[in-house]
């Protein structure tokens, strides 16, 4: 078997994150996004001595977990990839590829529950799509990374993550454009105009901040923009319309902003509390699930009375601010200085005095702060913490720590980071579905220091 070979294969199991695993000729075979129960056509895309990798080129059978996909953009969109299952079936998926993550890492350990997400459709609270052609010198689109594409860019008006505000701003932004004649960024020459759309709304205001992120290339009316997205009938409230001006070389949404209309952020409400969310800050994409998420997370703190906690890569300071109701003081420590303010803020606006959020490295920071915790808890951003901030974190030597993880995979390093440090789980880990109809799932953990 060599690169570029086609064989065919069953996927036999599945394994975080999004992987099938089958075998041919008894060598192990990964295969992205496939699932488990489906006879594929694999072309190898990658073969080394300790690894094997290849791509779908046929689905010949599929698995008999799957049904047809409720989306019209399926097999074209590459953000869902579990649309052919149940709202059950991803579920017991999602509990799958976890647990064979650690147990092939000789990790096994128990997975206590997996929580539904209160909603399966229009659940985002964000979305951030591309500008770009599903096919080179084809007609400007608006949407999401062509599925297996990346350079290529399909529509998706119908999408299903997002409610009907999200679909009627994503069409008529890209007609807006169409006629406008305004180029889409060429990311090899480095030329043009129309980069990405953000677009927040919440959930409990329904207030709506749209941001295009574009070059400084190209003259731009940013009033007619305005006056373009004030007519539309949304059923939301459009309180923000910003132009990031982004000169930048990688992929990504970066670099300041003007405000062509109202304020820069959207109002939120969360457990009780409100929260200010800037473009730039960190904030679940699913409010509701969030909700479960952090109640799940603090179950496993039992007392937080006249406690000092500590909230890392606190984001906009929410499941800080939320233990803040009960314990004696909170330290937040983020490193987007966006956020930092807005958590700041969301402290004040709350009434909450007994809470404090710092900008900058949490491993850096955490050297100028002179409260010891009682409590630590964790939510990283996916590459997770890394053995310094571990080292650091645990050197304080608290009874407990929470971690709060994105990302299963990077959460597997870290643990084994700190049962270095002497930290080991209190029981198992709890998983949270925030990303229905993706490979995505949230996990918590409670972290004991061994006597």
């Known amino acids: ?157 119908s999408c299903h993550l997002i409610d009907g505000d999200y679909r009627l701003l994503l069409t008529e932004i890209l ?51 305005v006056k373009m997205l004030q007519a539309l009938p949304l059923s939301g409230e459009l309180t923000g319309v910003l132009y990031v001006r982004n000169d930048g070389k990688s992929d990504m949404v970066s670099g300041t902003y003007d405000v062509l209309f109202g304020r820069d952020y959207i109002m939120e409400h969360l457990m009780e509390l409100s929260f200010k969310v800037t473009l730039y800050s ?32 606190s984001g906009t300071g929410t499941i800080g601010q939320i233990m803040a109701k009960r314990a004696r003081q909170v330290i937040g420590i983020e490193i987007v200085s966006d956020a930092v303010d807005a958590a700041n803020e969301n402290a004040k606006l709350n009434g909450l005095d007994n809470c404090t959020f710092l900008c900058g490295d949490v491993y850096q920071t955490l050297d100028t702060v002179e409260a010891r915790p009682d409590v630590i808890v964790v939510d990283p951003p996916r590459a997770g913490i890394g053995e310094k901030a571990v080292q650091r974190i645990t050197a304080y030597g608290v009874p407990e720590i929470v971690y ?22 209190a029981d198992g880990l709890k998983l949270v579905d925030m990303f229905p109809w993706t490979g995505h799932v949230e996990a918590i953990v409670a972290l004991y220091k061994k006597d």
């Open 282 to 313: 960190f904030f679940q994409t699913n409010t509701r699930g969030a909700e479960y998420l952090y109640k799940a997370a603090l179950d496993l703190i039992p007392d937080l009375s006249d406690k000092v906690c500590f909230d890392l890569f």
């Open 175 to 225: 007609a807006y454009f169409k006629a406008s004649g305004l180029p889409k960024y060429d990311k090899k020459c480095e030329t043009g105009f129309l980069r990405h759309l953000v677009i927040r709304k919440s959930v409990t205001t329904a207030e709506i901040l749209v941001a295009l992120s574009a070059t400084t290339q190209v003259p731009f009316d940013g009033d007619a923009f």
């Open 404 to 425: 709060i993880s994105c990302n299963p995979k990077t959460l597997l390093d870290d643990l084994a980071w700190f049962k270095r440090a002497g930290y080991v789980p």
């Open 1 to 157: 078997m060599r690169k570029g070979d086609i064989v065919t294969l069953t996927i036999e199991k599945n394994k975080y994150p999004n992987m099938g695993i089958g075998y041919h000729e008894g060598q192990k075979i990964f295969v992205k996004q496939a699932i488990k129960g489906q006879k594929v056509a694999v072309r190898i895309s990658k073969k080394r001595s300790e690894r094997i990798e290849g791509r779908i080129m046929e689905i010949i059978e599929k698995s008999p977990a799957e049904q047809d996909s409720f989306c019209e953009h399926f097999g074209a969109c590459g953000g869902c990839a579990l649309q052919t299952l149940s709202a059950e079936g991803q579920l017991a998926m999602k509990h799958e590829m976890v647990s064979n993550l650690f147990e092939e890492a000789k990790m096994p350990i128990e997975i206590l529950e997996i929580i539904e997400s209160p909603k399966v459709f229009e659940y985002r609270n964000k979305m951030e799509f591309s500008f770009g052609d599903e096919v080179i010198g084809g007609p400007l689109t608006l949407g999401m990374h062509k599925k297996g594409r990346y350079h290529d860019v399909v529509d998706v008006p």
